[in-house]
């Protein structure tokens, strides 16, 4: 118990991806810094999030590359699964990045209080234990749950939201996902890969609502020919469910009928005690708190970063977020971050990475654009992989005399493309043009070389780009 009088130059309020990047860029600073922390360092991106996410579908895309092994040369017998040994893994890797933030949290100096905190006043943060924690500053980072669907009850077996799904002992023979943003087609992809039956549902007209459509297009083709039947403008009406299955009733008259029901229709943030509280912290009317640029709340003395925010739920977008708000509070006048040009990974089956406006986004700005997209089944190295399905789309401002100016975004589908953003993603945020890249020397064979192929044609130069 900390006694009322204890007080911090700064009180982090969850130990997420926003929480502890604000306590580690704060100590690194010479603050003094406490976290409190209900469960785990590391919150849902550690644990229930992005790192066992991404841990699955590496075992999903290990079975897929083991079962095409024969066009190698290499036979291995036909594969079979065992997700409790991968679940084993999940669990060694999460443990390991555990224990090495913990350990880098107390190398710093930073106190971290295992308990639920509640922030009742401008610099105190109430414990459930009794004590109390004061901070001359105070960052609000507690992060965001599974969006649930009304009527649609999640019982953990049957019915499962993303966290429930990242404990699954077993593939079930049939899978509906309901939702077709980043989290839905991830889950799509793995289980799909892991040799599940899956439907896709989205109740919009097109899977991931704004990504650049000739990535979405590439995408759906590539799920489809993996056997998942995608479904858009498909909405929930009704659900039946006896000891084996789930029906769900569709808004076009249809059903569909599987062993497991994924909810991932987004993620809402954790605002509760904030809402019901004496805080103060305005939100707005789907529970975000609201702030400015800088992350600063309606209340003086308090910032808010990560998914307690409305902007991209990304850790990345929660890490600089947390940069911005120490830098604030050191008075150091941040730049604020730029939500049109932070870099976007979706890691399905193949990927998905981009930055910047998509081509539709580009003309509704008013941009006069240039476009050259490059498709990977070109690519020397794609083709050793056997992964041709992608391509790489450059959009870049027409300039007054025709020719490509600033590149304004980028937007890849393909293999590994979370891994070739970076060069992609300097380019959008440092304004660079193709004629600054075209000088620049791509090393052959490789995926990445892709972009720099598609950012030299717009020169009008290409060379395997027409």
């Known amino acids: 118990m900390v006694l009322t009088g204890s007080e911090y130059d700064v009180v982090v309020l969850g130990g997420g991806p926003g929480g502890y990047a604000a306590a580690l860029y704060g100590a690194s600073a010479g603050l003094s810094v406490a976290v409190v922390e209900r469960e785990k360092v590391g919150g849902t991106c550690l644990h229930r999030g992005c790192v066992p996410a991404k841990e699955l579908l590496e075992t999903a ?76 500053s105070v960052i609000l980072a507690m992060g965001s749950v599974p969006r649930t669907l009304g009527g649609l009850e999640v019982d953990g077996k049957k019915v499962l939201t993303s966290d429930e799904v990242l404990e699954l002992k077993e593939v079930p023979e049939r899978a509906v996902v309901i939702g077709g943003g980043a989290i839905g087609c991830e889950f799509a992809s793995l289980l799909a890969d892991m040799g599940s039956k899956v439907t896709l549902l989205e109740a919009l007209p097109q899977l991931l609502l ?8 590439v995408l759906s083709r590539s799920l489809r020919r993996k056997g998942v039947t995608v479904r858009t403008n498909a909405a929930v009406v009704g659900q039946r469910r ?19 029901v994924v909810v991932a229709i987004g993620r809402r943030p954790l605002s509760d005690t904030l809402a019901s509280g004496g805080s103060g912290v305005k939100l707005d009317e789907r529970g975000f708190v609201v702030v400015d640029p800088n992350m600063r709340t309606s209340v003086p003395g308090v910032w808010a970063v990560g998914d307690l925010v409305a902007t991209p739920q990304l850790a990345h ?41 998509t081509e539709a986004k580009a003309k509704e700005a008013g941009f006069d654009v240039i476009v050259k997209k490059d498709p990977f089944g070109g690519n020397s190295r794609a083709r050793i992989l056997g992964e041709t399905d992608g391509v790489v789309k450059v959009i870049a401002e027409k300039g007054p005399d025709g020719s490509a100016g600033r590149i304004l975004g980028v937007h890849m589908v393909g293999p590994w493309v979370t891994e070739q953003l970076g060069q992609a993603y300097l380019s959008v945020n440092w304004e660079a043009t193709p004629a600054d890249l075209a000088p620049l020397v791509q090393p052959h064979p490789t995926l990445s070389e892709a972009f720099g192929e598609t950012a030299l044609a717009l020169t009008g130069r290409g060379l395997h780009v027409g």
């Not at 971050?337 to 932070?342: G, I, K, P, Q, S």
């Open 317 to 357: 977008v929660g890490f600089a977020e947390a940069m911005v708000a120490i830098r604030d509070i050191l008075g150091e006048d941040p730049l604020p971050v730029d939500y049109n040009a932070v870099p976007w990974c979706i890691y399905t089956h193949p990927e998905v990475a981009f930055v910047g406006y």
């Open 210 to 217: 704004g990504c650049d459509t000739d990535v979405v297009d």
């Open 61 to 136: 895309a290990l079975y897929k590359a083991v079962s095409g092994a024969k066009d190698f040369g290499i036979d291995a017998g036909p594969p079979s699964l065992d997700l409790s040994v991968s679940q084993t893994r999940k669990k060694k890797v999460i443990d390991q990045l555990w224990k090495g933030l913990s350990g880098l949290m107390k190398s710093r100096g930073i106190t971290t209080y295992q308990a639920t905190g509640t922030l009742s006043e401008p610099g105190l943060v109430s414990l459930d234990d009794g004590g109390e924690v004061r901070g001359r």
């Open 242 to 260: 006896d000891d084996s299955s789930v029906v769900l009733d569709l808004s076009d008259g249809e059903s569909v009928e599987a062993e497991a």
